[in-house]
């Protein structure tokens, strides 16, 4: 019963690049968070794709989450602030037949807060691993994500989101997610 709950779901790691991480104030926690999530997704066969800004210049996505994706991930280069100004990105979410897209990553007043909006604009339901974004300005941040809640985004800690898709501990992946949850700390 509850292995449908994840059906339907993606997960989306925004822009999560060594180059910017250095430039956020609690980069470190913030990529512990999305490689909680993603390691979780994987765990839970939610697709995860990947977002890299301006990868030729700033580089590629932590080495860490892509290996924790796995193979099936997806990769999308991008000049746009938003996801969905990836070519391809918006593709392979319909091809996967998305309707609820997991957010987390860089930065929250920028790209994460744009492509949240482009979500919600092409009809997905969105939520923001709010443990799982952050930006310079934490004011900023904290203002956006209160504007994307006003919109219809869910804004969540990442464990709520991924217990909720497990739905129950009878789920054959409880162990194995709660002890992802043990090592995130």
Do not use: W
């Amino acid at each position: 019963m509850s292995e449908t709950l994840a059906a339907g779901v993606a997960l989306l790691v925004v822009d999560v690049q060594p180059t910017f991480l250095k430039a956020m104030p609690d980069g470190e926690a913030c990529l512990r968070r999305c490689l909680l999530a993603t390691s979780a997704a994987k765990l839970l066969g939610v697709p995860v794709l990947f977002t890299e800004q301006v990868p030729a210049k700033l580089g590629p996505t932590h080495p860490d989450l892509l290996h924790a994706a796995g193979e099936g991930r997806a990769v999308f280069g991008k000049t746009a602030f938003s996801a969905f100004g990836a070519p391809g990105l918006a593709d392979a979410l319909g091809k996967a037949q998305v309707a609820q897209l997991l957010i987390c990553g860089l930065e929250i007043p920028v790209c994460v807060y744009q492509t949240a909006m482009d979500a919600l604009r092409e009809g997905l339901g969105v939520t923001i691993l709010s443990d799982a974004v952050t930006g310079r300005r934490a004011d900023d941040g904290r203002a956006c994500l209160e504007a994307l809640r006003a919109t219809g985004a869910h804004v969540l800690p990442t464990e709520t989101v991924f217990y909720a898709l497990l739905g129950d501990a009878t789920h054959p992946q409880f162990r194995a997610f709660t002890d992802l949850v043990k090592q995130a700390g």
